[in-house]
């Protein structure tokens, strides 16, 4: 296999508002560290897939469609081989007006220069000749994140809970090129990136992360997967409550995820040598009820918003699946049973919101109704959801184990 990586600064250049807090609603012209995507291209002999890994709270649906209709058309890649993934910074730039003016306003600028610098970097990156690599995979924990939701007096709320065990599993990737140096990395990890709300633009804790791992490996890009982490935050935490932190805490928390990385790295490795890329999109509508809350009738959007599954083979072993939703992390959780290399990653290729499982929206709490309005929503996602989700995962993930057979 060949790999072909690029990393690009995406920094705005003029004061901009900050999208994911509602609290947070003035403009900012202040840079506390740049904000990047990350470009990675593979082709084996017959097959190519391009993965896009931005400093960004996620993808406008729109816009992926349009961008990869056009890198498709220029370049000839199939539409279905392009991901357009956000670590889901809520220190960048909001990317989307489908959304509640709360959490950013859009940019429409910052949006074409965002459109034209990736289509710039898609040729040049393409016209280059990739990097013979085989892939090492590490395998390990972290404990920075927690489970965020407690019920209080018969409420859910955002509350710490240790009771209830967080996905902690972390994983990291490794492109090995043929001199066995390192040619680029993926970290796989499950955890809201919301360990300050300071009105400054960065990459947060999963940038400081990223840039500890890449400068120990002379400056190679590494980018950053977010996992199903709809119902995970940073573990801040004073006087049984979380807190957001300072500048401070964000590197600290960046510095400690790097550290589990390269510690995890003295690990035993899986390699893998033989590869055969193939991928796959899926699509599965969810429908939402009509909110009785007073939900303000023009900002209801359809009652339904489809959940997009992309899934991406390195081979029948190393599997990615990536979807356009908040995914709470019992559907990451059921999705790596299939194989220890299976890896869901959310944010991905647009956004619907969050997806929660039966149980919490029967007992609400935000990841199942307090977000809607700030999603622009009908109302709650109906129930019974969580069976036909599984069962498309289970139908995906099949075909994974049906294909090795081949």
């Known amino acids: ?108 600028g910052y949006i074409k220069y965002l459109y034209n ?31 965020r939701r407690k019920k209080h007096e018969g409420q859910i709320l955002m509350k710490p809970n240790e009771d209830i065990p967080n996905d902690s599993e972390l994983t990291f990737i490794a492109f090995i090129g043929m001199d ?65 932190g300072t500048a401070l805490h ?24 033989n590869f055969t890329l193939t991928s796959s999109m899926d699509s599965l509508p969810l429908y939402f009820d009509e909110s009785h809350d007073g939900h303000p009738a023009s900002a209801m959007l359809d009652e339904w918003r489809s959940l997009k599954l992309q899934k991406f083979m390195l081979n029948d072993q190393l599997v990615f699946l990536f979807c356009n939703a908040e995914m709470v992390q019992s559907y990451g959780l059921f999705a790596k049973q299939y194989g220890q290399f299976v890896l869901p990653v959310g944010y991905s290729n647009g956004m619907i919101g969050y997806v929660a499982n039966d149980c919490q929206l029967r007992n609400g709490g935000y990841e199942a109704e307090q977000f809607i309005n700030y999603f622009n929503l009908k109302g709650k996602l109906r129930a019974g959801s969580e069976v036909l989700i599984k069962i498309q995962l289970k139908k995906i993930m099949e075909e994974v184990h049906n294909e090795s057979d081949i």
């Open 250 to 273: 964000m590197e600290e928390l960046g510095e400690r995820l790097a550290e589990d990385v390269i510690r995890i790295m003295a690990n035993p490795s899986q390699r893998f040598t």
């Open 180 to 244: 066995e140096s390192m040619k680029g990395g993926l970290i796989h990890f499950a955890c809201h990136p919301t360990s300050t709300d300071i009105n400054e633009i960065s990459s947060e804790f999963i940038g400081a992360c990223c840039r500890k791992v890449s400068n120990r490996f002379n400056g190679v890009p590494v980018a950053f997967l977010q996992g199903f982490t709809g119902d995970i935050r940073p573990n801040l935490v004073a006087n049984g409550d979380f807190f957001r």
């Open 1 to 108: 296999m060949r790999l072909t990586v690029k990393e690009i600064d995406i920094t705005p250049s003029t004061p901009i508002s900050l999208a994911g807090f509602a609290h947070r609603d003035t403009y900012t012209e202040t840079v506390y560290a740049p904000i990047l995507l990350k470009m990675f291209y593979f082709t084996d002999d017959k097959n190519q897939f391009l993965l896009f890994v931005a400093d960004l709270i996620w993808w406008d649906d729109q816009f992926v469609e349009d961008m990869s209709v056009k890198i498709s058309k220029d370049i000839g890649i199939d539409a279905n081989n392009i991901c357009f993934h956000a670590t889901h910074n809520h220190s960048g730039p909001q990317t989307s007006n489908k959304f509640s003016k709360e959490l950013g306003i859009l940019d429409e």
């Open 117 to 147: 610098t990736i289509l710039r970097n898609t040729h040049e990156l393409l016209m280059k000749i990739g990097e013979l690599v085989t892939v090492k995979v590490y395998k390990g924990y972290s404990d920075i994140g927690i489970y």
